[in-house]
Antibody
């Protein structure tokens, strides 16, 4: 079965960077685009960006451009999200989600990684 | 890209129907048939309920249905059940590789 397993919770100082991993299994990793979504405490879902399956190209939401990096290691079926220059506003649960290929919908989600930014 | 507009809350009694709206623009909801809906219970991972405006993934009850008119998409839950109480989010393709979420609607089963 399809599984997306994310790395554990992180606590970071303001100004630091965080890197979250998302290990996929149960499907052809190279055939599916991965998306990243975050959710601040008590808030809604926010789309962050995507890494394309076919060429590893990335696209991020405008508000994150310049401080987000998404990468992929196909040898271990793992995607990574790195976010730089963290502030308290970046405190959130970060999800990876597989793009189903059907209208951009996300059919499988990781369990989420809580990133807390605090001094 | 501005967020799609959803009502903050909706409610209905067991067995009733409730409809949640999701309003965007001609650059997102109105321009493409790529609206999806997600259900999220507290502390849980979002679950895909509707994709491409009207389609249900396997395993999603047919009590859940989607539609679209102009720049507004809608999710209708018929025959409300207690387990339908959750937050619901719409998303839409917004051109290129972009996408946008709605702010979410808390559905309460009275």
């Amino acid at each position: 079965q399809v599984q997306l397993v994310q790395s554990g919770a992180e606590v970071k100082m303001p100004g630091a960077s965080v890197k979250v991993s998302c290990k996929a299994s149960g499907y052809n990793f190279n055939a599916y685009t991965m998306k990243w979504v975050r959710q601040a405490p008590g808030q809604g879902l926010e789309w962050m960006g995507r890494i394309n399956a076919n060429n590893g190209g990335t696209f991020s939401a405008q508000k994150f451009q310049g401080r987000i990096t998404m990468t992929r290691d196909t040898s271990i079926s793992t995607d990574y999200l790195e976010l730089n220059s963290l502030t308290s506003d970046d405190t959130a649960v970060y999800f990876c989600a597989r793009d189903s290929g059907l209208g951009g919908s996300m059919d499988h989600w990781g369990q989420g990684t809580l990133v807390t930014v605090s001094s | 890209q501005s967020a799609l507009t959803q009502p903050p809350s909706a409610s209905g009694s067991p067995g009733q129907s409730v409809t949640i709206s999701c309003t965007g623009t001609s650059s997102d909801v109105g321009g493409y048939n790529y609206v999806s809906w997600y259900q999220q219970h507290p502390g849980k991972v979002p679950k895909l309920m509707i994709y491409e405006v009207t389609k249900r993934p396997s395993g999603v009850p047919d009590r859940f249905s989607g539609s679209k008119s102009g720049n507004t998409a809608s999710l209708t839950v018929s025959g409300l059940q207690a387990e339908d109480e959750a937050d619901y989010y719409c998303t839409s393709f917004a051109g290129g590789y972009d996408m946008v979420f709605g702010g979410g609607t808390k559905l309460t089963v009275l």
